[in-house]
């Protein structure tokens, strides 16, 4: 079983940014993708950004259009967490934010692709 608790949502001005945590305890993920998928009130949840695992040698990222260029996403292996920094926040950046665990080693787009999610952290942006 993996837990995976998301923390450093909050409230902040259009322009700002904020780091995102999930840390992972039970069996950990370092050798498997970890996604970061968000939900805003009223829509389907969207992916976000995701990372490739140990298992895969190039340790890859991959970010939706909306975010690239302005989201950052890493991991920490000895410290069982992945980190999503948003910067250039926009109003429509808004939303419930969480992790989730691949169920294989690369990253992924797809929410079916992931077996274990958090439990959110929400992020608003204010404009």
């Known amino acids: 079983q993996v837990q995976l608790v998301e923390s450093g949502g909050g409230l902040v001005q259009a322009g700002g940014s904020l780091r995102l945590s999930c840390v992972a305890s039970?069996?950990?993920?370092?050798?498997?993708?970890v996604g970061w998928f968000r939900q805003g009130t009223g829509k389907d949840r969207e992916f976000v950004s995701a990372i490739s695992g140990n298992g895969d040698t190039t340790g890859t990222t991959y970010y939706a259009d909306s975010v690239k260029g302005r989201f950052t996403i890493s991991r920490d292996d000895a410290k069982n967490t992945v980190y999503l920094e948003m910067h250039s926040l926009k109003p429509e950046d808004t939303a419930v934010y969480y992790c989730?665990?691949?169920?294989?080693?690369?990253?992924?787009?797809?929410?079916?692709?992931?077996?274990?999610w958090g439990q959110g952290t929400q992020v608003t942006v204010s404009s």
């Open positions: 989730a665990r691949a169920r294989g080693v690369y990253y992924y787009i797809r929410v079916n692709d992931y077996d274990y």
């Open positions: 039970g069996r950990t993920f370092s050798n498997l993708g």
